[in-house]
């Protein structure tokens, strides 16, 4: 079975604090997401990789930043945490290529910024 | 930004009723997954429908594609309280894969 694990179910910081989210999967998958998730809007993409060292920016990239140095680990970085940061987030992955794959999810950390 | 709508937000039926949910979409696509989340977890995918599929079953679901009205639906037959849960659809074009907002079901025992 494929296993995404999040370093947090859930974490309280400060304003302004820097704050590191952690993910890991153990498939081999090429390709590793970070989401948002807030009530009425689903889910929203932040960063993604396709590759060790390669990021792409999603739709609500401002204030974050990602990094992949391994390939089975996918870090999202909230560089000066703020208020409306507070949120789920959810990391997934999936194989690489065209095709189409399902994504696999973590359970999820849910960051309330203070 | 999103693609999928579903519809309706909620649903609430009895235990050993049919669950229909509908997802709207707007470009075009090369498959359209759906998933399910219970409450304050992660997302589990439940079925992948291709673009070139009408049609896919997988034990209760059973999801349907009209791409010429770019809409889906998934039916959950015989529902149980253990089905309440937020389902999501999720365009995919190549690998660009977006979520509506879902649809919150309740299944009452």
């Known amino acids: 079975d494929v296993k995404v694990t999040q370093s947090s179910r859930y974490l309280v910081k400060r304003t302004g604090e820097k704050v590191f989210l952690e993910c890991v999967q153990d498939?081999?998958?090429?390709?590793m997401f970070w989401y948002r998730q807030d009530p009425g809007l689903g889910l929203r993409l932040i960063y993604f990789?396709?590759?060790?060292?390669?990021?792409e920016k999603g739709d609500i990239p401002e204030g974050y930043s990602v990094s992949r140095e391994k390939k089975e680990r996918f870090s999202l970085i909230l560089e000066s945490a703020s208020t409306n940061q507070t949120s789920m987030y959810l990391c997934?992955?999936?194989?690489?290529?065209?095709?189409?794959?399902?994504?696999?999810f973590g359970p999820g950390t849910r960051l309330t910024v203070t | 930004s999103q693609q999928g709508e579903e519809d309706p937000q909620a649903l609430s039926i009895q235990e050993g009723e049919n669950a229909t949910m509908n997802c709207s979409y707007k470009?075009?696509?090369?498959?359209l997954q759906w998933y399910r989340q219970n409450s304050g977890r992660g997302l589990v995918h439940l079925i992948l429908?291709?673009?070139?599929?009408r049609e896919k079953h997988s034990g209760r679901l059973r999801v349907t594609l009209d791409t010429s009205k770019k809409s889906s639906s998934l039916l959950i037959t015989a529902s149980r309280a253990a089905d309440t849960a937020s389902y999501f659809c999720?365009?995919?074009?190549?690998?660009?894969?977006?979520f509506g907002a879902g649809t919150r079901l309740t299944v009452k025992p």
């Open positions: 997934a992955s999936s194989w690489g290529g065209t095709g189409g794959y399902e994504q696999y």
């Open positions: 498939m081999d998958h090429e390709n």
């Open positions: 990789s396709y590759d060790v060292k390669m990021k």
């Open positions: 470009t075009s696509i090369n498959n």
């Open positions: 429908i291709r673009s070139n599929e």
């Open positions: 999720a365009t995919d074009d190549n690998n660009d894969m977006r």
